[in-house]
């Protein structure tokens, strides 16, 4: 690399740090609720390790447990050493498909709903948002994606890797459904499919979608398809956690309902819920899953435990409604998102407090990590801009007096 080169890349960082954007890796360590930055213990709330499972050792230890009274030749290998396609398929990453496909059919039949889905896994949420719907949109139909402003950079990624001649995309305004109305109504009959793009719990701004809108726009228009990310919401809503979607009683109603392991799961991994020709066509089209080694066994294993426990966590899930709602209620008003933005009834754990510009948001997480809080400053591009912001974010493992000294500092 020429001095030129380096040169310029140093000019363009100084103008990161000038504009208070520039980004570090944190030096951490983690000690249950708390980590340990630059010698000060700080309790943690702005992981989304939303059930405390992450942090907690004695379901780490129960795990270890049964490893341990495994024969040697049982315990899972630490690493799959090739694609799946390859010989990174096993038996633990079979069975956790089949337990999704079960879990998801459990729930239905509960709301009495008629319907089926397969289930593929996938080593991310990012692989997976890169990966479907650029290999949904090889078919040669011509075909229109609307997706929300607010979607995350993984399902933009996939958006702009699916665009050719065929594929258009237009995003409407953030849970705006009369806009999203008029995308649908200007869609001409040369396109055979429209594939409407949301999350359920939206990453930054900690609101939800309005999925039961969704599907009435759905029902107007046999060409629609839903795809919906819920990364921030499963194993917190629904009455056995499967996300929004349980919540609300639309699963019946979503073609393409996407989840993953890295949150609520204290795992790594991503899914996809749909038609088990879908699935087949993803196995023989989605690059992310044709060229990457598949996850270790072992992470496969610790996601099973996990998904064990999930159906039963009610408790759990209703203390994190608690505080969720007890901390976004304290939230100034000038400081909070817009009311329009309010768009549900369901307090997600995530809870933005804006400040707008990026120094007031970078002396306020310094001021709370003195007060003992690890709170982090989020700023452009990673929101719009002049919406810097604190990203409050409640686990299950921390108690209403943590909540209260967290308040009193806001």
Not at 67 to 85: K, W
Not at 89 to 104: G, I, M, R, T
Not at 219 to 229: G, P, S, T
Request: contains cysteine; glycine residues 4%.
């Amino acid at each position: 690399m020429t001095a030129l080169i380096i040169n310029h890349l140093q000019e363009s960082l100084n103008a990161l740090v000038t504009a208070n954007q520039y980004r570090q890796i944190p030096d951490l360590q983690h000690h249950g609720r708390y980590v340990l930055s630059e010698g000060a213990r700080l309790l943690n709330i702005a992981s989304n390790d939303y059930l405390g499972l992450g942090s907690n050792k004695q379901l780490q230890s129960e795990f270890l447990n049964q490893l341990s009274q495994s024969p040697v030749d049982n315990i899972p290998r630490m690493s799959a050493t090739s694609s799946r396609l390859l010989t990174g398929n096993d038996e633990h990453l079979q069975a956790l498909e089949s337990e999704l496909q079960d879990w998801y059919q459990n729930a239905v039949e509960k709301q009495n709903l008629s319907s089926s889905k397969s289930v593929l896994v996938f080593n991310s949420g990012y692989h997976a948002n890169i990966g479907i719907l650029p290999a949904l949109t090889t078919l040669p139909i011509k075909t229109l994606i609307l997706a929300d402003k607010l979607v995350h950079a993984s399902i933009i990624d996939g958006i702009r890797l699916s665009q050719s001649k065929l594929v258009s995309y237009r995003r409407y305004r953030h849970n705006d459904y009369e806009h999203l109305a008029k995308f649908i109504e200007q869609a001409d009959l040369s396109f055979e499919r429209i594939i409407i793009v949301t999350e359920s719990i939206f990453s930054m701004d900690g609101d939800c979608a309005d999925l039961a809108q969704l599907v009435q726009l759905k029902a107007k228009d046999a060409r629609i398809e839903l795809y919906v990310d819920e990364a921030h919401a499963i194993g917190i809503l629904g009455n056995t956690g499967l996300g929004l979607a349980e919540e609300t009683q639309t699963l019946a109603d979503i073609d393409y309902l996407v989840g993953t392991f890295g949150k609520a799961f204290a795992s790594i991994g991503a899914y996809i819920m749909c038609d088990e020709v879908v699935k087949q066509w993803l196995i023989n089209q989605m690059r992310p899953l044709i060229f990457s080694t598949a996850l270790p066994p072992i992470n496969h294993a610790w996601t099973r435990f996990i998904l064990a426990k999930i159906p039963s966590l009610t408790e759990q899930r209703l203390h994190l409604a608690q505080l969720s709602t007890m901390i976004s209620t304290a939230i100034p008003e000038p400081y909070r998102i817009s009311a329009t933005n309010q768009s549900s009834a369901y307090h997600s754990p995530i809870v933005p407090y804006i400040l707008g510009d990026n120094a007031l948001t970078i002396a306020k997480s310094k001021q709370l990590q003195a007060a003992g809080f690890y709170a982090l400053p989020v700023r452009p591009p990673t929101v719009p801009a002049n919406t810097a912001r604190i990203r409050l974010v409640m686990n299950a493992a921390l108690s209403s007096d943590d909540c209260q000294r967290l308040i009193a500092h806001l």
